[in-house]
Nanobody
């Protein structure tokens, strides 16, 4: 599966942004999907994951209550709605796909999008 992330940009603290990840391939609905983020000072860290049917989600504590992951299997698209953004959310956000058990571990994801930059100004 090939992934293409988009929707990043510059936003003020407290604002909102929605990321999208478009996927190619006929088996999109069989993959667990996730968002990770990377900053120069941190390794790529887990943000949120969603199961193939959308019925299971995992959130990092730092984004619970502010971020919402969803997917539209008919459109082969993954979304990340981000609200109440903080400067600490500034990062390059990557979408990823895994054919295995849904997990927060980045090494379990074999397919990655190219990343989209999110910058939150204070």
């Amino acid at each position: 599966v090939q992934l293409q992330a988009s929707g990043g940009g510059l936003v003020q603290a407290g604002g909102s942004l929605t990321l999208s990840c478009a996927a190619s391939g006929r088996t999109f609905s069989s993959y667990g999907l996730a968002w990770f983020r990377h900053t120069p000072r941190k390794e790529r860290e887990f943000v949120v994951a969603i199961g193939p049917n959308g019925d299971t989600t995992y959130y990092a504590d730092s984004v619970k209550g502010r971020f919402t992951i969803s997917r539209d299997n008919a459109k082969n698209t993954l979304y990340l709605q981000m609200a109440s953004l903080e400067p600490e959310d500034t990062a390059v956000y990557y979408c990823a796909a895994s054919s295995g058990t849904l997990t927060t571990i980045k090494n379990s994801y074999a397919y990655w999008g190219q990343g989209t930059q999110v910058t939150v100004s204070s």
